[in-house]
């Protein structure tokens, strides 16, 4: 299992990371209450493939369109939970709003590949923690139990990796590796992810995930977001995805994951792939769902993170 350091960190080795069985996550990007109606879409589409557990990677005030929890999206996320599914925070508005970029590269990175999402890029460690403890904070007074950090984009500053010492959190993860924290040391787990701002990179993300091999690395994450559920053929490909992946792997939230590198057990919530399929939380289904009353359309994603 090779071990990976986080930018501007000394490779001092930390405790032993456990080996885990081959391993597949399923994680919905950019989950607030105007996003939910996609996100229901791909978590049900890959429901039919498998009661595979979820992450879900909650922004408390996505694109600042503020961070009121209606009544129907709380029930729909306490469903998830007692389905087994893990929520983890996913930044607090998923905005670049940091000083803007002063050098081509930066101006590249920020604005072109991640389309000004990319909230902690380039955060300060003050900034960057105090976010981090606002969302934190939110998902508390909430109830929703939170142990994981993801960036969107999966990009983080020098201070936000500082930031991420002061807080409660267990793990996080960058595009290419999941990492521990307290201490830190972390592995490969490369994200399957697709780009769909455009026609040109939605047939690209098409071509190079149904022509590559899967990656080989010990674990695997499928990396869904909002947009993804505009084009069946993203979900079909997906749907394959996924079954091709359960062949060999076993499906764990990241929380779970965690759990595993440590040699612990499974959390009783987000844990392993149920052994029956239980009602899946998010369906649309005015008979079954809490969901059926979610808003029927929301403001476009433009992120890949």
């Known amino acids: ?7 501007g960190r000394a490779s001092a080795p930390g405790p032993t990371l456990f080996p885990t069985p081959p391993a597949v996550c399923v994680a ?8 939910w109606p996609r996100c229901a879409r791909l978590l049900e589409a890959m ?3 498998a009661p595979v557990p979820f992450t879900l990677l909650v922004v408390p005030n996505y694109h600042r369109l503020g961070d009121r929890v209606p009544d129907w999206y709380n029930q729909t996320l306490r469903a998830h939970l007692a389905r087994g599914d893990e929520i983890a925070l996913h930044g607090y508005a998923h905005q670049d709003e940091a000083p803007p970029p002063r050098t081509p590269r930066q101006w590249w990175r920020r604005r072109v590949m991640t389309a000004a999402e990319g909230e902690f890029s380039a955060l300060d460690a003050t900034a960057a923690r105090n976010r981090l403890s606002a969302g934190l904070g939110w998902c508390r007074h909430h109830g929703w139990p939170v142990e994981g950090f993801v960036a969107p984009a999966w990009l983080l500053s020098p201070g936000t990796w500082q930031a991420l010492e002061d807080l409660p959190l267990s793990y996080t993860t960058t595009a290419s590796g999941f990492h521990l924290l307290h201490p830190h040391r972390g592995t490969d787990m490369p994200a399957i992810a697709y780009s769909t701002r455009s026609r040109a990179r939605l047939g690209l993300s098409l071509a190079w995930h149904g022509l590559r091999p899967l990656p080989r690395a010990p674990a695997l994450r499928l990396a869904l977001h909002p947009g993804d559920a505009d084009h069946p053929a993203v979900i079909r490909q997906l749907q394959r995805l996924l079954e091709s992946l359960l062949r060999q792997r076993t499906a764990l939230t990241k929380r779970a994951f965690a759990a595993a590198l440590r040699g612990q057990r499974p959390p009783a919530s987000g844990g392993a792939i149920p052994s029956a399929r239980r009602p899946y939380a998010g ?10 009353v ?4 929301e403001p476009a994603s433009t992120s890949l993170g």
Do not use: C, G, I
Request: glycine letters at 0%.
């Open 28 to 35: 919905m990007h950019d989950v607030a209450p105007a996003t």
């Open 294 to 297: 979610a808003p029927s359309a």
């Open 283 to 292: 369906s649309t289904s005015a008979s079954e769902s809490v969901a059926s």
């Open 47 to 49: 429901a039919e493939v």
């Open 1 to 7: 299992m090779n071990t990976l350091h986080s930018p």
